[in-house]
């Protein structure tokens, strides 16, 4: 097989962003992300995908409150978020449930809703109803803990949304662009990329990479603890990528983020180890698989991150999904442009030259 994964095979083709692994860049419809990242305002990403041009003051105030309109969520769609949280359900289970429900005009505004109700039903608390006032994330940060946030802990979670809102073609974006492809609806494609998206492989793993720094606890005990997983074959979480060869640029930008973060009121022993950690198991991978090219990924940092603005690890993945839902609706929109359907091939390697005789029927039971 010689495109095992579909590696290398080009499935379609989009304006939305591109992904160069070999030299570590990812371009967001035609901005670096390291300028786009840290500068943008959540919507104006999300209208930069949707209608491939920044808005200006006017476009941008009537996309917030068209979105601010769709916030809110119906009862039946609370009713599931409760038995959800009777059952202890996970964030990313809660998500795909209720986001079946919801009409496709909803289905992106709501998504932080969602979440956030889902939270606080899980610690015995009942949501709350949104404002309109507040912007993408702010709302959603709102929706948390009933408090209006800091203007840094907005301005940390829009760079992290920006920052991970598309990133070509991987696993919950094609899944999205395959049901379009089909001809189905819109909520049937956000719910597959949902599914797609909650594999470990693919959008859960940023709450482990957290786990790792605080299990080393302080600095000297950085490559002790770290040899001793590398010797045991175990995974350093947030560290190497399917694509990139060299340091992933989005790890950059929220370096970058969790570092003003920190700085201006959070743990900044927190921040000093995980940048510790972060050197020293990028020179024992190199030192135990040479040529590998295992540089730290979007993980690490999500983790640093999202923390610092104050979320439990249960949210990380569904924050993920929150921001690239954006992204799955903009290839959507492109795929249904496209007006084809996705239907690759397979390689059959099973038995041939079978033949079906009496002698496979088992005798009748009387």
Same mark, same amino acid.
């Given at each position: 097989?010689?495109?095992?994964?579909? +590696?290398?095979?080009?499935? &379609?083709? /989009?304006?939305?962003?591109?992904?160069?692994?070999?030299?570590?860049?990812?371009?967001?419809?035609? %901005?670096?992300?390291?300028?786009?990242?840290?500068?943008?305002?959540?919507?104006?990403?999300?209208?930069?995908?949707?209608?491939?041009?920044?808005?200006?003051?006017?476009?941008?105030?009537? %996309?917030? +409150?068209?979105?601010?309109?769709?916030?809110?969520?119906?009862?039946?769609?609370?009713?599931?978020?409760?038995?959800?949280?009777?059952?202890?359900?996970?964030?990313?289970?809660?998500?795909?449930?209720?986001?079946?429900?919801?009409?496709?005009?909803?289905?992106?505004?709501?998504?932080?809703?969602?979440?956030?109700?889902?939270?606080?039903?899980?610690?015995?608390?009942?949501?709350?109803?949104?404002?309109?006032?507040?912007?993408?994330?702010?709302?959603?940060?709102?929706?948390?803990?009933?408090?209006?946030?800091?203007?840094?802990?907005?301005?940390?979670?829009?760079?992290?949304?920006? /920052?991970?809102?598309?990133?070509?073609?991987?696993?919950?974006?094609?899944?999205?662009? $395959?049901?379009?492809?089909?001809?189905?609806?819109?909520?049937?494609?956000?719910?597959?990329?949902?599914?797609?998206?909650?594999?470990?492989?693919?959008?859960?793993?940023?709450?482990?990479?957290?786990?790792? $720094?605080?299990?080393?606890?302080?600095?000297?005990?950085?490559?002790?603890?770290?040899?001793?997983?590398?010797?045991?074959?175990?995974?350093?979480?947030?560290?190497?990528?399917?694509?990139?060869?060299?340091?992933?640029?989005?790890?950059?930008?929220?370096?970058?983020?969790?570092?003003?973060?920190?700085? !201006?009121?959070?743990?900044?022993?927190?921040?000093?180890?995980? !940048?510790? $950690?972060?050197?020293?198991?990028?020179?024992?991978?190199?030192?135990?698989?040479?040529?590998?090219?295992?540089?730290?990924? $979007?993980?690490?940092?999500?983790?640093?991150?999202?923390?610092?603005?104050?979320?439990?690890? &249960?949210?990380?993945?569904?924050?993920?999904?929150?921001?690239?839902?954006?992204?799955?609706?903009?290839?959507?929109?492109?795929?249904?442009?496209?007006?084809?359907?996705?239907?690759?091939?397979?390689?059959?390697?099973?038995?041939?030259?079978?033949?079906?005789?009496?002698?496979?029927?088992?005798?009748?039971?009387?």
């Amino acid at each position: 097989m010689d495109h095992p994964g579909l +590696e290398g095979i080009i499935a &379609a083709e /989009t304006a939305l962003s591109m992904v160069d692994g070999e030299r570590g860049e990812l371009i967001i419809a035609g %901005f670096p992300l390291e300028e786009l990242a840290p500068n943008a305002e959540f919507e104006e990403t999300v209208h930069l995908l949707w209608h491939g041009e920044i808005p200006d003051a006017g476009s941008l105030r009537s %996309f917030r +409150e068209r979105l601010a309109e769709r916030r809110a969520l119906p009862p039946v769609v609370i009713e599931v978020l409760r038995d959800a949280a009777r059952r202890t359900a996970d964030g990313m289970d809660a998500l795909r449930m209720a986001a079946g429900l919801l009409e496709p005009d909803r289905i992106f505004a709501a998504l932080p809703t969602i979440v956030a109700a889902w939270w606080r039903l899980q610690q015995g608390q009942e949501p709350l109803v949104p404002r309109a006032d507040l912007g993408h994330a702010a709302s959603f940060l709102f929706l948390l803990t009933g408090e209006e946030p800091p203007a840094e802990r907005v301005r940390a979670l829009q760079t992290y949304l920006n /920052t991970v809102i598309d990133h070509g073609l991987n696993a919950s974006t094609f899944t999205a662009r $395959v049901i379009t492809s089909t001809g189905s609806d819109l909520v049937s494609a956000i719910v597959g990329a949902i599914g797609a998206l909650k594999g470990p492989l693919h959008g859960g793993a940023p709450g482990p990479a957290l786990r790792m $720094v605080f299990e080393i606890g302080d600095a000297s005990r950085a490559e002790q603890v770290l040899r001793r997983k590398i010797a045991s074959g175990e995974r350093l979480m947030g560290f190497g990528h399917r694509v990139y060869k060299v340091r992933d640029p989005r790890a950059d930008v929220l370096a970058a983020a969790a570092a003003r973060l920190y700085r !201006r009121g959070g743990d900044l022993r927190l921040y000093d180890l995980a !940048r510790a $950690v972060e050197s020293t198991a990028i020179r024992l991978l190199e030192e135990a698989k040479p040529g590998r090219r295992l540089q730290t990924n $979007v993980e690490f940092y999500t983790a640093l991150l999202l923390h610092g603005i104050g979320l439990d690890p &249960a949210l990380f993945t569904p924050t993920f999904a929150i921001s690239r839902a954006a992204g799955w609706i903009a290839h959507c929109l492109e795929q249904q442009r496209a007006g084809r359907l996705i239907r690759p091939q397979s390689v059959y390697v099973g038995p041939t030259g079978r033949r079906w005789g009496m002698q496979h029927r088992q005798p009748s039971v009387v």
